[in-house]
């Protein structure tokens, strides 16, 4: 038992404490903790590390059901296509609202790079945006979730994402693809500087020249479109389904994945096409200075979600 000492409160009233410091009771009642340094260290470690047991338990996931895969064909891509342009149209107002940030933070970088003499970061940067796609269309995939669930949801229904039993889930898997875009602008940055570089180049009129009419530059553009090739395909397969399994089922990020990257390796050819849907449709949306993207993201987003109510039998 741990010893207690006794001292005076103030006032006259005795304030009973343990030798580590715990606890202090005064007249029988419990009034505050009065802790040393390490105990209270130690109490703090010790929530902290119940807090990061609860956050691993929900990467993890409680259910425990079975993921059946069902085989896509071509034409449930262009069924999936429709049912998202039916889901923009009925939330036109309000996708183009939450879409508007999109290209919106993508000038703002753009305007970045060419303010601080990193052109050779432009392309990439642009084309790195396919790699945060599916993270973008999170709050649109909740949107047709409650949809088709027979609710009216508006812009806001987005943000209710931090309410799902896997928003733990999907911040992990977020933190996943940033962590790719990342790779992909550092890959980028060390290519340059071992073609072309690793000065800056003197304007934007001599990089474009320099890429397109030297050998370096071609050497930057093939090796470049070889690991973005690389890394687009791993976000592909990765990200098929993996976000709206996550916002369906409370499945957790390891089997969600999984589940993703079982339908990219059974489904080969369809799973490509789609891919090359995605690309074309962020390609045509980035030629308008990303303007385009405020109308092909959402129809891409929503058109997941039916892609994956496709290619997951219901629980």
Request: hydrophobic share 50%; charged share 15%; net charge positive.
């Amino acid at each position: 038992m741990t010893p207690l000492r006794r001292i005076r409160a103030g006032r006259g009233r005795p304030l009973v404490i343990r030798e580590d410091g715990i606890m202090a009771k005064t007249d029988g009642h419990i009034d505050k903790t009065i802790g040393n340094p390490l105990s209270w260290a130690g109490h703090v470690l010790g929530a902290g590390s119940h807090h990061l047991g609860e956050g691993a338990r929900e990467t993890i996931g409680r259910d425990t059901a079975p993921i059946r895969l069902r085989r896509i064909e071509v034409a449930d891509l262009k069924a999936a296509l429709r049912a998202g342009y039916e889901d923009f149209k009925a939330f036109r107002s309000d996708v183009i609202f939450l879409c508007v940030v999109y290209p919106l933070a993508g000038l703002v970088l753009i305007r970045f790079a060419m303010n601080e003499n990193l052109l050779p970061l432009l392309v990439p940067l642009i084309t790195g945006f396919a790699l945060l796609g599916p993270v973008a269309a999170v709050g649109l995939y909740e949107m047709s979730r409650r949809r088709e669930a027979g609710r009216d949801p508006n812009w806001g229904a987005a943000f209710k994402v931090v309410e799902s039993p896997s928003a733990i889930a999907i911040l992990t898997l977020s933190l996943l693809f940033l962590a790719i875009f990342v790779v992909w602008m550092l890959a980028a940055w060390i290519i340059y500087a071992v073609t072309l570089g690793p000065e800056p180049p003197v304007s934007a009129g001599t990089f474009i020249s320099d890429t397109l009419t030297t050998a370096p530059g071609w050497a930057m553009i093939v090796v470049g479109t070889g690991v973005g090739f690389v890394l687009a395909a791993s976000v592909l397969v990765i990200g098929a389904i993996s976000f709206p399994l996550l916002l369906d089922r409370h499945v957790g990020v390891r089997r969600a994945v999984r589940a993703s990257t079982r339908l990219a390796r059974e489904n080969p050819r369809s799973v490509a096409i789609w891919g090359m849907i995605v690309v074309v449709g962020l390609g045509l949306g980035m030629a308008t200075l990303l303007v385009g993207l405020i109308f092909v993201l959402p129809i891409l987003g929503h058109a997941t979600w039916h892609l994956y109510r496709r290619a997951v039998e219901p629980a």
